[in-house]
């Protein structure tokens, strides 16, 4: 069962964190990791992840860590309305398979709407390095590095 069962440190987002698989960086602290999606389902579709809980959903994670990813989400959120100009910005956060999660690391997701642009198909298209590369320094600058 995708809601229920063990955490699984082999997943994606746990790779990310240790430093074994690459990511396109945005913001971290202690406790916090954000990054690009690489299958954005808009320009500037960004994760925030907590580092030190190994939780797979909101039912699993303590309260404390969801407090500190929901305080990077919101300055997140934030910086990138700023940059992008979005029309909109969705934020949103999916339990078990059915509920469309795929990776079992809690995540919250952040993907800017665009006026009269469809959402991309979750999770399918990868985009390319060069234009998330270029979006990461943008969104980089705008936090002031
Ligand atoms: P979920 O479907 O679990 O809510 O969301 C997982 C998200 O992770 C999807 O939006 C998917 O595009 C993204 N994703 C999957 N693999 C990777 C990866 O290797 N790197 C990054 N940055 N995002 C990923």
């Known amino acids: 069962m ?3 069962g063990d955490y699984d440190a082999q997943n994606i987002f746990a790779q990310i ?4 698989a690459p990511c396109y960086k945005l913001y971290e602290d ?3 990791l ?3 999606d690489v299958f954005p389902q808009s320009y500037g ?3 925030v992840i907590p580092k030190r809980s ?3 959903n909101i039912l699993d994670i303590d309260v404390d860590s969801l407090a500190k990813v929901m305080a990077v989400v919101q300055r997140l959120t934030r910086v990138l309305v700023e940059e992008l100009e979005p029309a909109g910005v ?3 956060q ?3 398979a059915p509920a469309g999660q795929t990776v079992f690391h809690i995540h919250m997701h952040i993907v800017p709407r665009f006026a009269g642009e469809q959402l991309g198909i979750h999770a399918s298209v990868k985009a390319e390095p060069a234009e998330l590369a270029q979006l990461q320094a943008r969104l980089l600058r705008r936090m002031g590095h």
């Open 34 to 36: 954000a990054f690009l």
């Open 90 to 92: 969705q934020v949103a």
């Open 30 to 32: 202690e406790d916090v």
């Open 94 to 96: 999916f339990n078990g």
């Open 2 to 4: 995708s809601l229920h």
């Open 17 to 20: 964190i240790r430093g074994e």
């Open 54 to 56: 190994a939780a797979r």
């Open 45 to 47: 579709h960004t994760l």
